[in-house]
């Protein structure tokens, strides 16, 4: 049995054993940010004790909901085609709602846990929404996002199936959050300067030509790690730094290889990883549309993390976490002037590429999950 089958399995698990729980049975909830592989997130909300909240994305007079059949195909084409794209927090009664299902389910309690509130207003409503609960609701930010978000939600799920208080619950899913690591590469820097997800750091960043950026996601905001000339460099670099942070973990670990509109991409990067790591399940899923609306086309990122929470490993990126510098000369101003961004923002062109040579994706790809399906394959 597969990773993501052993996540479904226990989700499922839950509905049998709640009765038998030791504790109070906590409910989690999360949003659609989480990347949470369909299958997991179908069976963990059958169990009635986890729920995912979907975050809007408008293009044109449009509104999708992440998840929607269409919405995939409707953002890359408008995105393409530089058409206006824009994103959204959910509305506090849609975590309302989520609060009195789980209630009505019998839970006596509930761990919310979000995208970074550096990167979206998401935690806000969320907040607002629990004043009115009628059972306790614990909102956390995750200062992460993608898997990174979704590993400590699967965490906090684990903890809530096993009869674990909410304060346990929470620490849970603090420490996972806190332990988690994401690298990414974009073609171009366009998409998150222009939807302030990024600080100053950007403005001469983008225009050194030919720039192919590795940034991280540390304290809840994007920050620039490395710069580098050409894509393929720049990716080969990215799963050098993966490996590493895998290498130096001593727990078991896990990854997630995310993608938009360019999935073979994500699947050498894999490979290269895997052929590295072969004790590693890797996970590859298309980056939410949420995310990917201000990410751009072409985005790789790798979300890493420890079964036990362990840390970021990648060499250099905890200089980024204390103090905004990091490797890259500048960071520290974006670190200091960053701040928490307007959700609707408009998205713009940004091309995607086939950087990899051919033949990188050497070694085997543990695991993969595909769009909506939550489907594995060797």
């Known amino acids: 049995m597969d990773w993501l089958e052993r996540l479904a399995a226990r989700a499922r698990g839950r509905q049998r054993e709640t009765a038998a729980a030791p504790g109070p049975l906590v409910g989690v909830v999360t949003d659609s940010a989480s990347a949470l592989p369909a299958g997991w997130a179908e069976a963990a909300h059958a169990t009635g004790f986890v729920r995912v909240v979907p975050m809007p994305v408008m293009i044109g007079d449009q509104i999708y909901g992440e998840g929607s059949d269409e919405l995939i195909p409707a953002l890359a084409l408008a995105m393409a085609q530089g058409h206006e794209v824009r994103t959204s927090r ?3 009664g849609q975590f309302e709602s989520a609060y009195r299902e ?4 019998g839970c006596t309690a509930v761990v919310s846990i979000h995208l970074s509130g550096q990167l979206s207003g998401t935690v806000d409503s969320a907040r607002l929404a629990a004043r009115s609960a009628d059972i306790p609701v614990e909102v956390i930010d995750s200062a992460t996002a993608a898997m990174g ?11 809530a199936r096993a009869g674990s208080s909410a304060a346990e619950v929470a620490s849970c899913a603090r420490a996972a959050a806190a332990g988690s690591n994401i690298l990414f590469y974009v073609p171009s820097l366009d998409q998150l300067r222009r939807g302030g997800r990024i600080g100053a750091a950007a403005g001469w960043l983008g225009t050194l030509l030919a720039v192919k950026p590795i940034l991280v996601v540390r304290d809840g905001k994007v920050l620039p790690l490395e710069r580098i000339r050409t894509a393929p460099k720049a990716l080969a670099r990215l799963a050098e730094l993966v490996q590493q942070d895998i290498a130096a973990r001593p727990g078991k670990v896990r990854a997630a290889v995310h993608h938009f509109g360019n999935a073979a991409e994500a699947e050498r990067l894999a490979g290269v990883i895997g052929a590295a790591a072969p004790e590693v399940e890797i996970l590859i899923c298309p980056l939410p549309a949420v995310l990917a609306a201000h990410a751009g086309l072409g985005v790789l990122a ?5 079964e036990e929470g362990g840390g970021p490993a990648v060499p250099g990126t905890e200089a980024v976490l204390e103090d905004g510098s990091g490797l890259l000369p500048g960071a520290a101003a974006a670190a200091e002037s960053d701040t928490a961004p307007e959700a609707d923002k408009a998205a713009d062109k940004v091309p995607g590429g086939d950087a990899f040579p051919r033949g990188a994706a050497a070694g085997p790809v543990a695991k993969a999950a595909r769009p909506g399906k939550g489907r594995t394959k060797g």
């Not at 789980?102 to 389910?105: G, H, I, M, P, Q």
């Not at 978000?149 to 903890?159: D, K, N, Q, S, T």
Request: charged letters at 15%; hydrophobic letters at 70%; a negative charge.
């Open 302 to 306: 790798v979300a890493v993390a420890e």
């Open 90 to 92: 959910p509305a506090p």
């Open 102 to 105: 789980l209630a009505a389910a």
């Open 149 to 159: 978000l979704g590993f400590a939600v699967e965490a906090a799920a684990e903890r």
